[in-house]
């Protein structure tokens, strides 16, 4: 997929993840405080403070940048294991018949009727304020609507001439999925995956505002967390809750765009074949 075809809207998501990313990698380097640094409670922005100070004198302006770091990781670590789970369950449920695409499609079907959130809702709080349960529950409870797109492209591959030809001259079926599905069905787990980026981290600031977090890192829902329940909305201390907010939302904005977009491209894209795959595969 060249960069050239991607349409303008993939560009605005990509160069807000440039921005989020970069901020975020160099975010060491750019704070102006230790986070265990206290100062003047509830102070307003200066240029000492760029944010002000939160209820307990911490330079908002650094847990800003800090968490920034903590939010992306928990995205993306929990999109790689929805859209890879999503991705296995929804080519075998595609390639495979009989009594084991039944299995897979009526597991995918009941985990697809049961709410999300308020079951991650509920496993945060059995689990406990952790960050690696935060991750897992995200993952782990994301994955339907990848395996559902790909199971509908996958079920299109398998009825073509070149697998059923495959299929015929005795190849090994995971040669099959690994080296003829798979690279079909790509595009298709990269644009849910970027969207599963921007879902876990919603996801996460949801669980981090109701207070099922991680305590000893700082997110921006945590932050939001903190200024709900120490007076920053009451007190309609902005610099304490806005930017947290808009950190969220340029963050998803970014990831949807940009999967939206990949995701058009891949319904578009006719499915590639080379004239020798059956040949080269023999």
């Known amino acids: 997929m060249s960069l050239y075809r991607l349409p303008a809207t993939a560009y605005c998501g990509l160069l807000l993840l440039l921005a989020l ?10 704070v102006p405080y230790s986070s265990s640094e206290r100062f003047t409670p509830f102070a307003v922005p200066s240029a000492e403070h760029l944010l002000g100070c939160d209820d307990v004198g911490h330079d908002i302006f650094t847990q800003l940048l800090l968490a920034s770091r903590v939010s992306l990781l928990v995205g993306i670590t929990a999109a790689v294991a929805s859209a890879g789970l999503g991705a296995t369950i929804g080519i075998l449920a595609g390639y495979c018949r009989g009594y084991t695409a039944h299995l897979l499609n009526g597991f995918i079907d009941i985990i697809l009727l049961i709410p999300m959130l308020p079951l991650m809702i509920t496993l945060a709080a059995y689990l406990g304020p952790n960050l690696g349960n935060i991750v897992a529950i995200i993952g782990l409870l994301s994955w339907c609507s990848t395996a559902r797109v790909v199971k509908a492209r996958v079920l299109q591959l398998r009825n073509l001439p ?13 040669q ?13 787990i990269a644009a849910k995956f970027i969207l599963s980026v921007a879902y876990a981290m919603l996801n996460e600031s949801a669980l981090s505002f109701l207070g099922l977090g991680d305590p000893l890192t700082i997110s921006w829902g945590t932050i939001l967390y903190y200024a709900f329940h120490r007076g920053g909305f009451v007190n309609d201390l902005w610099h304490w809750y806005l930017p947290p907010g808009l950190c969220i939302a340029a963050a998803t904005l970014g990831f949807t765009l940009l999967g939206f977009s990949l995701e058009q491209m891949s319904r578009e894209n006719k499915i590639q074949t080379s004239p020798d795959d059956t040949a080269d595969a023999a």
């Open 21 to 30: 990313l970069l901020l975020a990698l160099l975010a060491p380097l750019l």
């Open 176 to 188: 099959i999925i690994l080296k003829h599905i798979f690279p079909n069905v790509a595009e298709v």
């Open 162 to 174: 070149f697998v059923e030809a495959l299929q015929g001259l005795g190849i090994p079926e995971y």
